[in-house]
């Protein structure tokens, strides 16, 4: 689970890019990613990004790693392997493209059996999380904020952007729903940084092929599972992403959850009830005000490098691999 995890994340960043190929690139980038409440407890188990990891990202021909002081991640596409690294034991496991397909198709069936095995009231709510989900509509905003700063010596523009997930034909403070809004900076376009989103989309092209479009929740697994509504808000959040000029060099990322009023007033979820209770089953539990926090996320780019040496991107000398 944990390696489908970590799969899973690559390809969530993958799809805040935009592709086209260029030259090696190395880059230095701090990350964190805080999940709240009983879900948060686990997902930060999991992915251990909570207090903040610094990765070293490597893109060499058909090579890439993502390297951290404990774990670490090369991705071949010629071979279609993933290499995923533990440094502290210095061993390396492999996994084959068509492996992790099977365990993501194992984990769908999985959870298709979990949902067989649900009593009628628990089959309904997920009847109704489906159908809130074919009901949801999108606000956007976009805001320059004025400010500037260098940011991985690029002069980068401070933008805001904002977009509410709600049901059809309601205010969010009517209907509930998801808000994400997102603090981006954007420096003018960095040629060597299109690589590293080009190698991004290959990968996610060679492992799922004409499956993927967009952001399919079958896909992104365990994230779409424990929060509804979370990878179609993604999803906008990257194609807006890309219409911005530029290239981002860092972002401060707040996903909250809104409740409806006839949740404010019973102080639960429900069961089901559309979009709201949809979202207040999984993420609003706990919390007595209008909104609550789902998650927090952080990248910065601290530093771009165009020339990789070919050891940047292989297995570490004296790793061995673990049978």
Known sequence: MKRVVSCCAVLL???????AM????????????????????????VSGASKGVTTTVAVKGNRMSRMSETTGQIVDLAEQKIYSVDVRKKEYTVMT????????EKLRADMAKQQASMDP????????????GKQMEFDVDVKPTGQQKAIAGQDAKEFVLTITMRQQGMKIEESGGLVI?????????????????????????????????????????????????????MARMATETRKLQGSPVASTTVIESVKSPEQLKSGTPPAGGGLSGMLASRMARGSSGPRSKVMTSSNETLTIASTVPAEDVAIPAGFKLKE
């Open 97 to 104: 493209f068509a492996q992790m397909r099977e365990q993501m």
């Open 121 to 132: 009231e628990a089959k309904k709510a997920m009847s109704d999380m489906k159908e809130a």
């Open 181 to 233: 809004t997102n603090n981006l900076w954007m420096a003018p376009r960095v040629a060597a940084m299109d690589e590293l989103q080009d190698f991004n989309m290959k990968f996610i092209k060679a492992v799922y092929g004409d499956m993927f479009s967009g952001m399919n929740p079958q896909q992104t697994g365990p994230m779409s599972a424990m929060v509804p509504g979370l990878t179609d808000l």
């Open 13 to 19: 960043t993958a799809l805040l890019v935009t592709p």
């Open 22 to 45: 260029r030259a090696d690139v190395k880059t230095t980038e701090k990350s964190t990613v805080a999940f709240e409440g009983m879900m948060g407890a686990m997902m930060n188990r």
